[in-house]
């Protein structure tokens, strides 16, 4: 989040409808029932770090004390691998998430 505004919310307004849908119904099924096993739609990248995948979409996220996901931006993947740029932001956000004050 920055400036009270959020990287997945401004990815998903860019995305089609149908994409989105889809997209959606993957993250309600991780917060309703756990992580999937079918790593065409969930696969975990590296340190601790995962991603939500539809299509050539991903949603990179990570857990917090297993019991919480928490989405950090969105990217277009180009290539087969992920990309370490966005791996390296989900670490950043990640990071920053794990060091802020709690209440």
């Known amino acids: 989040m ?39 739609k969930f696969k975990h990248e590296e340190d601790g770090i995962y991603a939500i995948k539809q299509g050539q979409a991903r949603v990179y996220c990570f857990f917090d004390a297993d019991r919480v996901i928490l989405l950090t931006h969105g990217a277009l993947k180009k290539q087969r691998k992920a990309n370490p740029e966005d791996l390296a932001r989900a670490k950043r956000l990640r990071d920053a998430y794990l060091k802020a004050p709690r209440m």
């Open 2 to 40: 920055r400036g009270g505004r959020s990287y997945v919310k401004d990815f998903f307004s860019e995305l089609p409808q149908d994409l989105k849908s889809r997209l959606a119904r993957i993250i309600e099924h991780i917060a309703d029932h756990g992580a999937p096993r079918n790593q065409q």
